[in-house]
């Protein structure tokens, strides 16, 4: 009784969806709400499929474009049985799915990509370029794109879901995962930047160098102004306080006798110190002032 009552039910669970087979052939309607389901023991199978969003990765091929460039192109999709009973009739399981998908994407894919060129495929909108200022101009205006990429995706996309409506399945999105050159006309794109790179830097070099020497030759010319300014400057500041000396000896001069004596005596030592040192032999008149200060005597 137990094996009976076992072989009587079964359950359909949130992710599965499922119809039931009698002698290899589906009976009924496919059975798509969860809960405790019934068959008829022994004669009677259940096919169960899932609900949920499944994973398509494509293999990774080689295309030639419409600039008749190989590339390297890798893409991906998500998909899901939306008909589990034209699905079991069809296509019976998910590794035949996958087999089908394969052809239809694949060569979905394979005819978008020939039907544009690369700069379709990278880019999706006539968008402003973003100009730094390193590269700053470098790039003056983008080409313009007449598809783009999201557009050749939208196409793949359309397209597949045509050949699969008596699978009973639904493509829900398709992308490109990779767009690259192939290995073949990497090395020739890689030189291509390289040089362009080192041209650039060359030109940086170049202008740096330039800037430099005018900075070289800002600074020179400062440095002249500046000390130019600063002996004038110093000239001046020597002839008022030789101005001021003058004025001072000339008052002091005039203020007395006294103070004429002292004045004198003060120039006169000064001289003195100028004129003579330790080495120095001098012959003095008696009348001279040098003689006179040296001797103590009054004028």
Do not use: C, H
């Amino acid at each position: 009784m137990f094996v009976l009552a076992w072989n009587s039910t079964f359950i359909v669970d949130e992710r599965n969806q499922a119809i039931v087979t009698q002698f290899g052939r589906p009976v009924g309607d496919p059975i798509s709400e969860p809960g405790l389901k019934f068959k008829l023991p022994f004669i009677q199978k259940v096919q169960f499929f899932d609900r949920r969003f499944l994973e398509w990765d494509g293999d990774a091929n080689q295309i030639i474009n419409l600039d008749q460039t190989l590339i390297f192109v890798d893409t991906f999709a998500r998909w899901q049985i939306t008909d589990p009973l034209q699905f079991f009739l069809r296509l019976r399981d998910e590794r035949n799915a996958q087999s089908r998908l394969d052809d239809i994407l694949d060569g979905e894919t394979r005819n978008a990509v020939a039907s544009n060129s690369l700069l379709e495929l990278v880019r999706s909108t006539n968008r402003e370029p973003e100009v730094t200022d390193e590269y700053l101009g470098e790039i003056e205006v983008l080409e313009e794109i007449s598809v783009g990429r999201d557009a050749i995706e939208a196409m793949v996309l359309e397209r597949a879901n045509e050949r699969v409506l008596d699978l009973g399945i639904r493509i829900l999105d398709f992308r490109f995962k990779r767009v690259n050159y192939s290995d073949e006309v990497q090395q020739t794109v890689f030189e291509r930047m390289i040089s362009e790179r080192n041209r650039i830097a060359d030109q940086f070099r170049s202008e740096g160098e330039g800037e430099a020497r005018a900075i070289l030759g800002e600074k020179e010319r400062d440095l002249a102004q500046i000390r130019s300014e600063a002996r004038r400057e110093a000239q001046e500041i020597r002839g008022r306080a030789d101005a001021e000396a003058t004025r001072i000896y000339a008052e002091a001069y005039n203020r007395n006798a006294q103070t004429r004596e002292l004045y004198e005596f003060i120039r006169t030592m000064e001289a003195f110190e100028k004129t003579m040192d330790d080495k120095t032999t001098i012959i003095l008149s008696t009348d001279s002032d040098f003689f006179r200060f040296l001797m103590g005597a009054n004028p």
